[in-house]
T-cell receptor
Framework: KAGVTQTPRYLIKTRGQQVTLSCSPI?????VSWYQQTPGQGLQFLFE???????NKGNFPGRFSGRQFSNSRSEMNVSTLELGDSALYLC??????????????????FGPGTRLTVL | AQSVAQPEDQVNVAEGNPLTVKCTYS??????LFWYVQYPNRGLQFLLK??????LVKGSYGFEAEFNKSQTSFHLKKPSALVSDSALYFC?????????????FGTGTQLKVEL
């Protein structure tokens, strides 16, 4: 099976612009999560989508948003970019079942990430 | 809230020696624990997980981890380190608050294996 793919791999934007990042999960995976990785804050959870619904959200401002399509592909959008948004954005997918179903607590598989630089 | 701690920013070990990367957890309820590795300019690669069952979990690339409930630890181990094991290692816990599939990561431990 092909792994998780993310596009683009690198992106340079200026303050105030907006950006859209894309993630294609492993075939058959319905759960897609997004994480931000920075040297100062480490790995932080942004949000998770499952069957086109946002199932969980981290502590990020409303400028960060996402969505999931019927084929499980996901996009995240950051509006009004700030310098502090410079980071590696990682997408992960998992073969996930219903929330609370412990038997389906599977590992997440990560994509290579999108390196966003805000100037 | 669920959390994990990695007390060492960096671990140095000689090739051929055993390695241990430490992780302790704080959770309410049953812990669901994971180890990931990250090579430079790459995403995270899954190594192993503890959901339930045996306290010794075997994973990829010869790594294993020991779940210790009394010490709330989930240390990553390998009997004989390789230079190619040099990378950034993350311990993570599945955070069940709010439902869904959210991982809370430790701060990471840089492993350096030297000849």
């Amino acid at each position: 099976k092909a792994g998780v793919t993310q596009t683009p791999r690198y992106l340079i934007k200026t303050r105030g612009q907006q950006v859209t990042l894309s993630c294609s999960p492993i075939s058959g995976h319905r759960s897609v999560s997004w994480y931000q990785q920075t040297p100062g804050q480490g790995l932080q959870f942004l949000f998770e989508y499952f069957s086109e619904t946002q199932r969980n959200k981290g502590n990020f401002p409303g400028r960060f948003s996402g969505r999931q399509f019927s084929n499980s592909r996901s996009e995240m959008n950051v509006s009004t970019l700030e310098l502090g948004d410079s980071a590696l954005y990682l997408c992960a997918s998992s073969l996930e079942g219903l929330a609370g179903d412990r038997s389906s607590y599977n590992e997440q598989f990560f994509g290579p990430g999108t390196r966003l630089t805000v100037l | 809230a669920q959390s994990v701690a990695q007390p060492e920013d960096q671990v140095n070990v000689a090739e051929g020696n055993p390695l241990t990367v430490k992780c302790t957890y704080s959770v309410s309820g049953n812990p669901y624990l994971f180890w990931y590795v990250q090579y430079p300019n790459r995403g995270l690669q899954f190594l192993l997980k503890y959901i339930t069952g045996d306290n010794l979990v075997k994973g990829s690339y010869g790594f294993e981890a020991e779940f210790n409930k009394s010490q709330t630890s989930f240390h990553l181990k390998k009997p004989s380190a390789l230079v190619s094991d040099s990378a950034l290692y993350f311990c993570a816990v599945r955070d069940l608050t709010g439902g869904g599939n959210k991982l809370t990561f430790g701060t990471g431990t840089q492993l350096k294996v030297e000849l």
